[in-house]
């Protein structure tokens, strides 16, 4: 049977008619379509596990970036924190003239620039260089009231820290200044990032901060209507230092003080029609006995 199957296929490769080339060792055998088989379904899982591993990788890889972020952003915020306390926990020192004026410090901020011109045991005279101001009128009728201090801290503070035309946060700057003047539409001529000033014949104040001084008049304009922004010029003033609380009858108190020895200085005067000014250095937690505190009057040159 076999002879015959073998010449059945030699008649049929040499037919004209047919060309038909069979090599049967070309069949895969049985267990060799079941290796087949399995190696497919083998690479299939291959192929599925390597796509499964490469979306756990972009997974792990985007956790991993955002915790490296994350890292950088919290290193920045500590390493930013870190400078903003060493402001406050190592302030700097005026130079002193009393013991008193010895114990008291201020934090390591930005303030006014001035020259002094003179100094006594009690006072010293200072020529304090233009600046800008941003201010905004109190309520309630006390340059020292809590409700209107607070309230238009927080309105220039908002302006301060992002609450103006470009979005831009800046520094803050030191001391906060109450000041009393002759009336509402007079022009401020203070010191320092907060003054408050009030009117002799109202209840109005108006608290000012001053502002950083690389901004010049190039400042970002706020976007409540109630703050204004103002120009302060050139002026001499006298100073007097005082440690502790500030309240209106301690103000009192020192403001008499400093126009008496001002009587008896030889190439000052106070100007005509000038209001106290009060400065205050340092955050609500400062130790009383540290804290420093001026009242400044306004003043000029005798030879006039």
Same mark, same amino acid.
């Given at each position: 049977m076999i002879s015959s199957i073998a010449s059945s296929l030699?008649?049929?490769?040499?037919?004209p008619h047919n060309k038909l080339s069979i090599d049967l060792r070309s069949y895969p055998s049985p267990k060799q379509r079941r290796c087949s088989v399995l190696c497919s379904g083998v690479r299939t899982a291959a192929k599925r596990q390597s796509r499964d591993l490469s979306a756990t990788e972009a997974r792990v890889s985007l956790v991993l970036a955002l915790a490296s972020q994350a890292s950088s952003v919290s290193q920045r915020l500590l390493a930013d924190l870190a400078v903003e306390t060493a402001k406050y926990a190592f302030p700097k020192?005026?130079?002193s003239s009393n013991l008193e004026e010895a114990l008291m410090s201020v934090p390591d901020?930005?303030?006014m620039n001035f020259r002094v011109l003179s100094r006594t045991d009690r006072y010293?005279?200072?020529?304090?260089?233009?600046?800008?101001?941003?201010e905004t009128t109190m309520p309630g009728g006390n340059?020292?009231?809590f409700?209107?201090?607070?309230?238009?801290?927080?309105?220039?503070?908002?302006?301060?820290?992002?609450?103006?035309?470009?979005?831009?946060?800046?520094?803050?700057?030191t001391p906060v200044v109450t000041r009393k003047v002759q009336s509402v539409g007079e022009k401020m001529e203070m010191t320092t990032p907060v003054i408050t000033r009030k009117a002799k014949d109202q209840t109005q104040w108006q608290m000012s901060f001053v502002m950083p001084s690389k901004y010049g008049s190039d400042l970002p304009l706020p976007k409540d209507p109630s703050v204004k922004i103002q120009e302060v010029p050139r002026k001499?003033?006298?100073?007097?230092?005082?440690?502790?609380?500030?309240?209106?009858? @301690?103000?009192?108190k020192r403001e008499q003080e400093l126009r008496r020895a001002l009587r008896n200085d030889k190439k000052f005067r106070v100007r005509d029609g000038v209001s106290v000014e009060v400065a205050q250095y340092n955050p609500p937690?400062?130790?009383?006995?540290?804290?420093?505190? @001026?009242?400044?009057?306004?003043?000029?040159?005798k030879e006039y």
């Open positions: 030699s008649l049929l490769s040499s037919s020192r005026f130079k901020l930005e303030t010293e005279i200072r020529e304090v260089e233009p600046y800008y101001v941003a340059g020292f009231d409700y209107g201090a607070s309230r238009s801290f927080n309105v220039l503070a908002e302006y301060l820290f992002g609450k103006n035309t470009v979005n831009e946060k800046m520094e803050m700057t001499i003033v006298a100073v007097l230092a005082f440690s502790g609380y500030v309240t209106d009858e @301690e103000t009192e937690f400062t130790l009383p006995f540290t804290r420093r505190n @001026e009242v400044s009057l306004e003043v000029e040159s």
